[in-house]
């Protein structure tokens, strides 16, 4: 069994402590295996911005893999952006700026989607494309496939469009048919898992809001999701869990819960599907 946390675009400088707290309280009560911190780790690319990420992190006490975001190069600092963009992020979690977690059932891919160039669009190269792909080729079938990036593969909201990944296109074309289960993003501070048409096998998207941030989108409350693969998901399905802020708890509570069957993992009864389940204290989630 497998329980993945995924935190993202937490912009340690506009953290509120709260929700710093809440989520500390979260990870003790959850215990995750892996923890994916899918970048816009900071607010301006400070060193005690970092620094505050960091700690807080290692608070947690989990295994990290982290990809950095856009607002993790520096803006102000010219010099810096163009010639040592990565300096910081680099100082706070280490040299590898594409990440691999390989664990007896799961394997997550961490892709560096940022550009020095540009303010806050990413993009992905095709020689990136053919890194992960060929990552997941390698994969063993009782591993669940994630891909990480920061921008998302996918959006809900028309005004969202120009945020999605350049590259995307071909990405999950080619990682579909690599054999991807997930492809993990943040950015756009709006949770949601959609199932991404039009490809050789089903793969989703899922997006996670702002985790412990002010700048929290309208209606979409601070929030992370919760992973689990294994002995606490459906037999052949991973569950993939929205927690949000509570102020009035004040904690971090579910309020989202969606089964996806990965297509290596299908049952003739079962078949191929997404479903949302019911989350109430007192009704048995029921996978489809």
Same mark, same amino acid.
């Given at each position: ?28 009560? +959850? ?11 900071? +607010? ?128 999950? +074309? ?115």
């Amino acid at each position: 069994m497998s329980v993945l946390l995924q935190i993202s675009d937490p912009h340690f400088g506009t953290e509120r402590p709260p929700v710093v707290e809440a989520l500390a309280a979260l990870a003790r009560q +959850q215990r995750p295996d892996l923890l994916v911190l899918s970048g816009d780790i900071t +607010q301006r690319a400070r060193p005690a911005q970092f620094q505050a990420a960091r700690s807080f992190m290692d608070r947690l006490g989990v295994p990290l893999l982290a990809v950095p975001g856009n607002h993790d190069i520096p803006l102000l600092d010219v010099w810096t952006r163009l010639r040592r963009p990565y300096a910081r992020h680099v100082a706070a979690f280490g040299s590898e700026l594409e990440p691999v977690h390989t664990s007896p059932d799961l394997m997550v891919v961490g892709v560096n989607t940022t550009r020095a160039r540009r303010y806050k669009h990413g993009e992905v190269s095709g020689l990136q494309i053919d890194r992960v792909a060929r990552t997941l080729a390698g994969a063993r079938a009782e591993q669940l496939r994630v891909v990480v990036v920061h921008q998302p593969v996918a959006v809900t909201h028309p005004e969202d469009l120009p945020n999605r990944l350049r590259g995307h296109v071909a990405a999950l +074309q080619r990682w579909a048919a690599a054999g991807a289960d997930l492809v993990m993003g943040g950015h756009i501070h709006l949770p949601f898992v959609m199932a991404l048409p039009g490809l050789a096998r089903p793969m989703w998207a899922v997006q996670a809001g702002t985790a412990v941030s002010s700048r929290v989108r309208k209606g979409a409350p601070n929030s992370v999701n919760l992973l689990r693969w294994g002995a606490d998901a459906p037999q052949g399905g991973c569950l993939i869990e929205q927690w949000d802020f509570s102020a009035a708890e004040p904690a971090f509570v579910r309020v989202a819960a969606t089964v996806v069957r990965p297509a290596r993992l299908w049952t003739r009864e079962a078949g191929p599907c997404a479903t949302m389940l019911p989350i109430h204290p007192d009704t048995p989630d029921t996978p489809c």
